[in-house]
């Protein structure tokens, strides 16, 4: 079993930062992906950013440029640096592990931007 444990969220201003983590603990195999994903109350879940065990990167279109995704392997630990924050990326973050058939959600972030 994989267990995630996710800390960070909060409220902040507009153009504000905010970095959350992710530590992934239990039977962590190589060849996984880690990442983030947000919902907002009325929408789907959609995927802000991910990163392979092998290090690929991907972003959504709407935080390129102002989000950083990253990881620790030693640790399996995931980031996510979030600059230049707008009312826009108020939302619930999850973080996501997948593994060959293996699913895993943290329990969610509130993350707030607003003034």
């Known amino acids: 079993q994989v267990q995630l444990v996710e800390s960070g969220g909060g409220l902040v201003q507009p153009g504000g930062s905010l970095r959350l983590s992710c530590a992934a603990s239990?039977?962590?195999?190589?060849?996984?992906?880690m990442g983030w994903y947000r919902r907002t109350p009325g929408k789907e879940r959609e995927v802000v950013a991910t990163?392979?065990?092998?290090?690929?990167?991907y972003y959504a279109d709407s935080v390129k440029g102002r989000f950083t995704i990253s990881r620790t392997y030693a640790k399996n630990t995931v980031f996510l640096q979030m600059n230049n924050l707008k009312p826009e990326d108020t939302a619930v973050y999850y973080c996501?592990?997948?593994?060959?058939?293996?699913?895993?959600w943290g329990q969610g972030t509130q993350v707030t931007v607003s003034s």
């Open positions: 990163i392979t065990s092998a290090g690929n990167l």
């Open positions: 996501n592990f997948v593994a060959g058939g293996l699913v895993r």
């Open positions: 239990g039977s962590i195999f190589s060849g996984n992906v």
